[in-house]
Each structure stands twice: as structure tokens, then as C-alpha cells.
């Protein structure tokens, strides 16, 4: 036959027949259409041939006339494969099991490497990585990308300057680069304390230095708060004005809020799909719904596969749709007045230092127009105004020419 490849998967019997008549026997084969090829004599009155399994039933109604003997030589091609793997199943299946199981475990995560990072920083990147679900013992598939993990660690973990995630096998390799935070500087120069900004003073917890403000006195920005020097006239000695000085200092702040807003939400509901890719063709394996899903987005996140620490030119993609709609959020007047002032806040607290808190707000202006509320909103905070100024040679002079009544210089 021409198509070896329908022979193979059809099976083939090769055949040999014996006795009287052979020649006859073998042209009511091909007169009765039954296909044979390898025809060859072995010897007087012996013929050999093969033919495809699916006709041997024929082969045994032309043999009920034949004085002869037939014998079926033997069977080659997929059912016959088929039937030898049966018969040796339980080594088959034990065979899959094991390929299976290595493939499993070459694909679980075994080692978390972190390079360059200080014992500090390695105990908050496991934290993080241990909340993300990142840990030994864990499927790679179920897991984020490495640039996915990456984003998160960078954004969570404070004082990365860079950190580089890689996955090799069934290792995660995580190079941190931190940041160089300048170390307080111990220094036994001198130095005034001086208000940093206009405010009234609330507070004041003096650690080095003198006081030459009191409660609630207005002062300027740069006005003396804490001097370095100590002592009476006479006698005086330069230190480094240290301490806390609470003032109340002002801001303002322009905020506006549509009234009505347009933008989409998730449901929860979903469809995942689920491929094995190999080179540019891809196979679906599980997730055969389609999503009647009006509106969806799509998640795609695609997983290299690895045996035994080599990566195979295999992926495994998971595909999620999640059903989206779009949603109008409308507000009253009062609703976004009230939405408008906690934004306000909000983008005030993002400027302030983490110990400074609002103690109070007067809305100096609210409009609502063209469809938005704008409020002008005035702030009062508390925060440390007290900053650090070097004493001179020129403030020491001054102090000299004071303590003599000399006129100061020109």
C-alpha cells in the first residue's frame, strides 16, 4: 500500500498459507477485492503476504473453501502497539505517574535566594514575599510573574532602591540594591534653631539650648526659636540648640469633583481557560466556555515549564476573563462637598511630615458649577517648624558688640 502512515494506525497481519491450492486461494483474495501486498512463494505450495487487519474477517470466509492450512504470522501497527501496552499497563501507568510527578516537582519553588540585602532588609522582603505567597513548597504556575513580583516588592518594601527578580527552574534569585540613607550627622558644631515657616507657637520641648520664644507667639519664617548659646553675660558657652518647637502653620487648598462620574467595575464573575503551548501552537487543556460576557478584561499570564532544572519549550498559559460594567456614580451637592473635602485632606496629608496633624479647617469657598463642586479650603496644622542654622563667625560677633553696646557693623 502507498499511505505507510494508514497502514500503521489501520494495523497490518502478515500471513502465510499452506497446502494444495495456494495459488488458487490467493486469486479468490483478489478477486474478492481484499488488497495484499509482500506476496512472495517460499516454497511449492507455501505463499507469505500481508493485508490490513480490517479485512482478515474476509480472509476467513474465503478460508472456509480452502484445503489448506492459514497461519497469521504476526501483527505490526497501532492497534497491535495498542494491545502490548495493555497488557503491560501497570509499568505504563507507573512510567506516566513518575513523568508526571517529576514534571510536578520541577515546577514547584525550592530555593529563595536574596543577594545583596542586609539581614534587615532579607527579614522584610521574606515577610512581603510570604504575603504575596511566594514560599517553598508552592506550584510556580499558581504564582505572579517575576515582573509582577517585582512591582510589588519595589512598592511595598521600603528602602529598595532596585530589585531584580529572576526565576531559574525552581529557584527564585532576588538582587537587592538598598537605600543609601544618610546617617544623622554627629557633629558638635553649634547651631541656633529657627522657625522654618510663619506660625504661632503651641509647644515647645527644649533638649540643649535657650528658649527666646514663649506660647503663643506669632514668629516668622527664619526668627530665632532656641538659641546656642547658654548662660548670662559674663559668661556664655556655645551649644547645639536641640529640641521640638510645635506651631500652628496655615495651608490652602484647591480641590474640585464632578458631580457625576462614569467608570467600570468588576462583577466577580469569570471564566478562566487553560493552554498548553508548545512553539506557536497552542492546545486548550481545560476552560472550554466561552465568556458571554457583554463587557470583560482580560488577564493573560503565561508560565514556562521545566524538567529537572531544564527549561522545555513548553508554556502553560492561564487565560482569565472577568465580566465588567460600566457604572455612574452621581452625588449631591452635599455628597460631594463631603467627598471633595476629605480629597483635600488627603492631598494635604501627602505633603506633611508623618507627625504633623490637622487641628482644624474652614472652607473659604464652595461653587458648584459646570457640573463640579470646587472648594478653597483653608488648613491649620501642627507640626515641628524648628530647623537647625550654624552659628557664624558674624553671629558671634554680633553677640560681642551687644554685650559691649557696640554699634554693629556696617
Known amino acids: 500500500?502507498?499511505?505507510?502512515?494508514?497502514?500503521?494506525?489501520?494495523?497490518?497481519?502478515h500471513v502465510k498459507i499452506i497446502g494444495p491450492g495456494a495459488e488458487r486461494f490467493l486469486n479468490q483474495l483478489i478477486r474478492?477485492?481484499?488488497?495484499?501486498?509482500?506476496?512472495?512463494?517460499?516454497?511449492?505450495?507455501?505463499?507469505?503476504?500481508?493485508?490490513?487487519?480490517?479485512?482478515?474477517?474476509?480472509?476467513?470466509?474465503?478460508?472456509?473453501?480452502?484445503?489448506?492450512?492459514?497461519?497469521?504470522?504476526?501483527?505490526?501497527?497501532?492497534?497491535?502497539?495498542?494491545?502490548?501496552?495493555?497488557?503491560?499497563?501497570?509499568?505504563i501507568i507507573g512510567m506516566v505517574a513518575f513523568l508526571v510527578l517529576v514534571l510536578l516537582l520541577s515546577n514547584v519553588v525550592w530555593r529563595i535566594d536574596i543577594n545583596g540585602a542586609s539581614p534587615e532588609?532579607?527579614?522584610?522582603?521574606?515577610?512581603?514575599?510570604?504575603?504575596?505567597?511566594?514560599?517553598?513548597g508552592r506550584l510556580i504556575f499558581s504564582l505572579d510573574d517575576p515582573e509582577m513580583v517585582q512591582k510589588k516588592l519595589f512598592h511595598e518594601v521600603d528602602g529598595l532602591t532596585w530589585i531584580g527578580v529572576e526565576l531559574r527552574g525552581s529557584t527564585y534569585h532576588f538582587q537587592v540594591v538598598e537605600k543609601n540613607a544618610p546617617k544623622e550627622k554627629q557633629t558638635n558644631d553649634s547651631q541656633h534653631l529657627v522657625a522654618k515657616k510663619d506660625a504661632v507657637i503651641v509647644n515647645m520641648f527644649v533638649e540643649?539650648?535657650?528658649?527666646?520664644?514663649?506660647?503663643?507667639?506669632?514668629?516668622r519664617k527664619g526668627q530665632l526659636l532656641v538659641s546656642g548659646y547658654i548662660g548670662d553675660?559674663?559668661?556664655?558657652?556655645?551649644?547645639?540648640?536641640?529640641?521640638?518647637?510645635?506651631?500652628e502653620t496655615w495651608y490652602k487648598t484647591v480641590v474640585e469633583l464632578p458631580?457625576?462620574?462614569?467608570?467600570?467595575?468588576?462583577?466577580?464573575?469569570?471564566?478562566?481557560?487553560?493552554?498548553?503551548?508548545?512553539?506557536?501552537?497552542?492546545?486548550?487543556?481545560?476552560?472550554?466556555?466561552?465568556p458571554a460576557f457583554a463587557n470583560a478584561q482580560l488577564e493573560d499570564k503565561e508560565y514556562p515549564i521545566s524538567f529537572l532544572g531544564m527549561k522545555l519549550p513548553i508554556n502553560y498559559i492561564e487565560k482569565s476573563y472577568y465580566e465588567s460594567e460600566q457604572v455612574q456614580r452621581s452625588y449631591t451637592e452635599?455628597?460631594?462637598?463631603?467627598?471633595?473635602?476629605?480629597?483635600?485632606?488627603?492631598?494635604?496629608?501627602a505633603q506633611l511630615s508623618e507627625k504633623a496633624k490637622i487641628s482644624g479647617e474652614k472652607i473659604l469657598h464652595n461653587q458648584i458649577k459646570n457640573g463640579k463642586v470646587k472648594l478653597i479650603v483653608h488648613f491649620q496644622v501642627l507640626e515641628d517648624i524648628a530647623v537647625g542654622q550654624s552659628i557664624t563667625q558674624g553671629d558671634i560677633e554680633n553677640a560681642r558688640r551687644k554685650k559691649h553696646n557696640e554699634p554693629p557693623a556696617r
Open 208 to 219: 540643649k539650648g535657650q528658649a527666646v520664644v514663649k506660647r503663643n507667639q506669632f514668629v
Open 121 to 136: 532588609m532579607e527579614h522584610k522582603i521574606r515577610k512581603e514575599l510570604d504575603r504575596i505567597g511566594i514560599e517553598k
Open 334 to 349: 452635599n455628597e460631594a462637598k463631603t467627598q471633595a473635602l476629605q480629597a483635600a485632606r488627603k492631598d494635604l496629608q
Open 233 to 247: 553675660e559674663k559668661k556664655s558657652k556655645k551649644v547645639s540648640a536641640a529640641g521640638k518647637v510645635y506651631g
Open 259 to 290: 458631580l457625576t462620574t462614569d467608570f467600570n467595575t468588576l462583577t466577580g464573575l469569570n471564566v478562566r481557560k487553560h493552554y498548553i503551548k508548545v512553539d506557536r501552537f497552542k492546545l486548550k487543556v481545560w476552560g472550554f466556555k466561552e
Open 32 to 91: 474478492s477485492r481484499i488488497p495484499l501486498w509482500q506476496v512472495k512463494r517460499q516454497e511449492m505450495g507455501t505463499i507469505t503476504f500481508s493485508l490490513s487487519l480490517h479485512h482478515v474477517q474476509d480472509l476467513r470466509k474465503c478460508a472456509r473453501d480452502f484445503e489448506g492450512k492459514v497461519f497469521f504470522l504476526k501483527g505490526e501497527g497501532l492497534p497491535f502497539l495498542l494491545k502490548r501496552m495493555l497488557k503491560s499497563s501497570g509499568f
Open 1 to 13: 500500500m502507498n499511505n505507510q502512515w494508514l497502514v500503521f494506525f489501520r494495523g497490518v497481519v
